[in-house]
């Protein structure tokens, strides 16, 4: 096999005429750099019978990154190289390949910049349109065009960008090494307004005040879907969305209110319906000294925008929709993580965090902070419309679809209709330092997960009480101790028993496998050395151990770990994205470097 030759033709003109330009600019003192980094996550896989990975064939499975960039005052330029032919678990199929699949060059002229290649950006909060990469999702939905941002006067930014989008890499004969680049188009232009540097009475009275307004355009060609064996359905080529926003700032106060709105878009993700998308966020903030609040609001309906009408999974998505639930870094309470439904949803988060000062009865001696954060999220209340044959849908969210809705205007929904409990997570933690050397937090979280909704599995609501602490000690300037230890509480399973029933599940296989306990020694030595050990035991349905131990090391750019242990099947989230990892157990080594 080998790189296609256009691509690294195009890579080394980037670099050849940025360094053209670094020469020419010389004399004008012109501020030159190059900069990179590698990363190289590594599987030693070995077969564990018991979590399912008996079939492993491969002995090294591997996801390694190398990013180059070069600046100047007037030109940017970089690229970024893949080796993903035996990628790690959860990666396979579609992830696999190799190659340079993001290059690009940017000019620079003042306040105005020019970009021809990959890029990334985000329209307001990404109602409409985002593009970004997050490699431990495996999601890159870059697009290959061009983006011009311009200020021409103060407190005016424009943008206008258009490319087609990145979705993994695609192998086929002629060319091994080319790249998944869609079959269709996008287009958008983004402006905002800062009103506040144009009035002077709200620059004396401490207001910001912002407004903005997105348009996208995404072209595909007709394919030919059906609605029954003769029914060709008659798609749009075209799909437009648009997105207005305010946003207020005054002192300790702000405020963010934007509605998206998208033609509509029969896909995979709906059906192929005919019914238009909207969304709408609403964002409060306080914060001072010692003091923070937030509450959020979010309603979606139909919100998936794909460049590919047919694409399942978290691929060639144009648009993101921000989960509203917080995102846990501990283990149990991560376990069932929250992946935003872009069909339908009402989301509501509130949070609120207070520390009691120093030498106060609940402060104590270095002060105390309480923090309390609560999500909940649940379906619309949806009216299914009759079908194209007649038939009607008469139960909302029925499971078992007993008609077909595609080609139709599919559901109404009245804008205060609530429907059933997707999610729901409230917490409470307590932040405390009881001497120089030691201080500790606690937390208690109740949860509500939805596994129907969430991962499709025919399961009841699972219920958590989840307990943690967490405590560090300082013990000399050389050495700290962190612990932790988490107990999780579940409701009983709520599925089958009969191995004999459609809906059995394996208890290694259930979402709800009963109670949990997690605990953790972490040893930092000299700043520069770690050494951890953990291990994740269900109490419940499998009485299985998910351990996991190893040694980290930082020598000034350079970061190694390397750990043994087996790692349980789940969902790995951010943002309300999520990809499912499968069980596995091995040797993994993780080497990073920055230069």
Not at 207 to 215: Q, R, T
Not at 334 to 343: D, H, I, K, S
Not at 352 to 368: A, N, R, S, V
Not at 381 to 392: P, R, S, T
């Amino acid at each position: 096999m080998r790189l296609n030759v256009r691509v690294i033709a195009f890579v080394l003109a980037v670099f050849s005429s940025a360094a053209a330009c670094v020469d020419t600019l010389a004399q004008e003192n012109s501020t030159t750099y190059l900069s990179g980094s590698i990363q190289s996550d590594m599987l030693f896989p070995q077969a564990d019978s018991v979590i399912g990975t008996g079939a492993v064939t491969d002995k090294f499975l591997s996801n390694t990154y190398l990013n180059l960039n070069f600046g100047s005052q007037y030109v940017d330029a970089g690229a970024r190289l893949e080796l993903l032919n035996k990628p790690l678990p959860g990666f396979e199929k579609e992830f696999a390949g190799a190659g340079i699949p993001n290059f690009y060059v940017t000019g620079k002229f003042k306040n105005n910049t020019l970009t021809v290649g990959n890029f990334y950006d985000q329209f307001g909060s990404g109602l409409i349109f985002r593009t970004y990469e997050e490699r431990s999702l495996g999601i890159d939905n870059s697009l290959r065009g061009a983006r011009l941002f311009l200020q021409p006067y103060s407190g005016i930014r424009f943008k206008l960008l258009g490319g087609v989008q990145r979705v993994y890499f695609n192998y086929n004969e002629s060319n091994a090494w080319e790249f998944d680049f869609t079959q269709g188009a996008v287009w958008g232009s983004d402006l905002e307004l800062n009103i506040n540097e144009w009035v002077k009475y709200l620059q004396d009275n401490d207001w910001n005040v912002m407004l903005g307004a997105s348009f996208v355009s995404k072209y595909q060609p007709k394919e030919n879907i059906y609605r029954t064996l003769t029914q060709k359905l008659n798609l749009p080529e075209n799909v437009a969305a648009g997105d207005i926003r305010l946003q207020l700032q005054k002192g300790n106060f702000g405020l963010l209110a934007e509605y998206a709105l998208k033609a509509n878009d029969p896909s995979a993700d709906n059906e192929y319906i005919y019914k238009d998308g909207s969304a709408l966020l609403l964002s409060g903030t306080y914060s001072r000294k010692g003091l923070s609040a937030m509450l959020q609001v979010k309603r979606s309906d139909n919100m998936a925008y794909r460049s590919i009408r047919t694409q399942r999974g978290s691929a060639a998505f144009i648009n993101h929709l921000p989960a509203f639930t917080q995102t846990h870094t501990y283990a149990l309470a991560a376990l069932r993580p929250y992946a935003t439904q872009p069909a339908g949803e009402w989301a509501i988060q509130g949070s609120f965090g207070y520390t009691f000062k120093k030498e106060t009865p609940l402060g104590g001696k270095y002060g105390t902070t309480v923090k309390l954060n609560a999500s909940y999220v649940c379906g619309l209340q949806k009216e299914y419309l009759q079908d194209l044959d007649g038939n009607n849908r008469l139960v909302s969210g029925d499971p078992n679809p007993k008609y077909n809705i595609k080609g139709s205007d599919g559901y109404t929904a009245p804008f205060f209709g609530f429907g059933e409990t997707y999610y729901t997570d409230i917490n409470v933690e307590l932040t405390k330092k009881i001497s120089k050397s030691f201080s500790f937090n606690a937390t208690y979280l109740f949860q509500q997960y939805n596994p129907r909704v969430i991962v499709s599995e025919p399961e009841d609501i699972v219920t958590s009480n989840i307990f943690i602490f967490e405590g560090k000690n300082h013990i000399t300037d050389g050495f700290s101790l962190r612990y932790e230890l988490q107990y999780l509480i579940a409701s009983p399973y709520g599925g089958a028993d009969d191995p004999t029933s459609p809906t059995y599940r394996k208890p290694i296989e259930r979402t709800n496998q009963g109670d949990w306990i997690f605990g953790l020694v972490e040893a930092s030595l000299f700043g520069k050395l770690m050494v951890f050990g953990q291990n994740m035991f269900n109490i419940g349905s499998t009485k299985l151990n998910y351990y996991n131990a190893g040694v980290t090391y930082n020598l000034g750019a350079h970061r190694i770990q390397v750990a043994y242990g087996r790692t349980r099947a789940g969902y790995n989230c951010s943002g309300g994205v999520c990809r499912y990892v499968p069980a596995f157990k091995g040797l993994q080594v993780s080497y990073n470097m920055t230069f």
